[in-house]
């Protein structure tokens, strides 16, 4: 049977155990266990040279125009990886910065010494990014990189990094990262991760990956694989584990996995519903949604202890709990007012109370590591898109959209808060999309086969 949208209050109920209609549509009861995660070898998946769907909205508008010249390629090695290319990708699709079209690029110097600042002020760029790749120590590739202000026409950024030769992505994104947090006083975002769920396949020969990438969807690697539905990722504070669930004994169980080693941990696997996992921002604890005593209600694990205690008490559908930053409070979805809405309490359960009032539905609450936005999966009229609550002036806040489809959901915001991932619905199939924060600009990732869902990003690497 092919798969079908469900009318969005029984996808909430369905998103207790973090999990889309498709997936249950496809999958019967009586679905074959999966091998253990903790048996099956990580894989790499995917192309390493596709190319990337960017949208940008409104032009140039407000976005910081910069130079980047194609990095001088010294080296004695070859490398299919344009270098300057993944730098302008990533600036770009902040929706902060509107990167010069290699077309438009006139001089390539390659040191600070060769860069003629009133060619780039013609231009109206504010900032130029020159830079070379040589032969290093050890095998490795030196890659020298300096940021000029052309206002100022001064050198306001001169590093070089080590690199390997087939890992220049890497590289890159550690480069964008630099300079945008040069620039914009905030540290940078495009050298971390994401995590999602694909599935190939029909009825009983349906498989479910879950899969890591960097954060522009290159270099994926399929760290479990499965028989049965994956569902809801989650990261850890230190991005090296991450928490999901698995039906492979039969019912839903909640796993936590070393990214690294594939060791994994037990951590839920209670009658009923256990679903919807995610840490908090300590690692400490985390919010889970169990069906234990018969209706699925938020609960908090102690990690170290397995000690539980259970925040709701309602004969409402109470799920997908999101840590605020203080580690003090929660938001969650729940259909306690009618409809799915998100709620707010305290990390002991007390002080409930609602957020969202525009949209007839919100559900799947997302946070920024400031706690200032919101971002939800908003529905009205039959569309469901995601929105963006700017709370810094009330808890409320004013409401903005920032995606455009016809079904997306499963917003999660980038650790820096200037980017967004969600998933969204293309004829039968899950597709990903990025979106900057403010909307200006929607990047489209190219994932290379199957079904794609259950987005979520890693915190920052370790420096």
């Known amino acids: 049977m092919q798969p079908h949208r469900l009318p969005y209050v029984f996808l909430l109920l369905l998103s207790v155990f973090g999990v889309f209609a498709n997936a249950f549509a496809q999958t019967p009861p009586s679905a074959p266990a999966a091998t253990p995660a903790s048996t099956q070898p990580a894989t790499t998946v995917g192309s390493q040279t596709r190319g990337m769907e960017m949208i940008i909205r409104d032009g140039n508008v407000g976005q910081t125009p910069i130079a980047i010249i194609p990095f001088a390629w010294q ?9 300057g290319q993944v730098i302008r990708s990533d600036l770009n699709r902040s929706g902060i910065f509107n990167s010069l079209r290699d077309d438009r690029i006139v001089e390539f110097p390659t040191r600070g010494q060769d860069v003629k600042f009133g060619t780039w002020r013609m231009l109206k760029q504010k900032f130029i990014l020159v830079g070379s790749v040589t032969d290093g120590e050890n095998g490795l590739l030196r890659i020298q990189f300096e940021l000029f202000d052309v206002i100022e026409q001064k050198s306001i950024l001169h590093e070089a990094l080590l690199g390997r030769i087939d890992d220049l992505r890497s590289a890159g994104h550690q480069i964008a990262d630099k300079v945008f947090e040069k620039i914009t006083g905030q540290r940078g975002a495009f050298w971390t991760r994401i995590a999602y769920v694909t599935s190939i396949g029909l009825g009983d020969s349906r498989k479910y990956q879950l899969i890591v990438a960097d954060s522009d969807g290159f270099n994926q690697i399929a760290v479990v694989n499965s028989a049965t539905p994956l569902l809801s990722p989650a990261w850890s504070p230190d991005s090296r584990r991450l928490a999901y669930v698995s039906f492979e004994r039969g019912n839903s169980a909640i796993y936590v996995q070393e990214i690294t080693t594939g060791a994994r941990r037990l951590i839920a696997s209670f009658k009923g519903i256990n679903g919807a996992p995610a840490f908090s921002p300590d ?5 889970m949604t169990l069906s234990r005593t018969g209706n699925p209600e938020i609960y908090v694990m102690d990690l170290a202890s397995n000690a539980l205690t259970q925040l709701t008490k309602s004969f409402a559908i109470d799920t997908e709990a999101v840590w605020m930053p203080n580690s003090r409070e929660l938001l969650f979805t729940s259909d306690r007012g009618g409809k799915p809405q998100v709620y707010a309490m305290s990390d002991t359960g007390e002080n409930v109370r609602r957020i969202t009032f525009e949209g007839s539905e919100n559900a799947r609450p997302t946070v920024s590591a400031d706690g200032k936005r919101i971002a939800t999966a908003q529905g009205f009229n039959s569309l469901y898109r995601i929105a ?24 999660s915001f980038a650790p820096n808060g200037s980017m967004i991932l969600y998933a969204a619905r293309e004829g039968a ?35």
């Open 75 to 83: 080296s004695a090695g070859v490398s299919k990886t344009d270098l």
């Open 283 to 287: 690692g400490t604890r985390m919010a």
């Open 388 to 411: 963006m609550i700017d709370r810094e002036r009330s808890e409320t806040g004013v409401v903005s959209q920032i995606s455009t489809g016809r079904l997306d959901e499963s917003p």
């Open 429 to 463: 199939k899950g597709v990903l999309y990025s979106v900057s924060s403010n909307g200006l600009v929607r990047q489209k990732l190219d994932i290379p086969a199957g079904d794609v869902r259950e987005p979520a990003w890693s915190s920052f690497r370790q420096r």
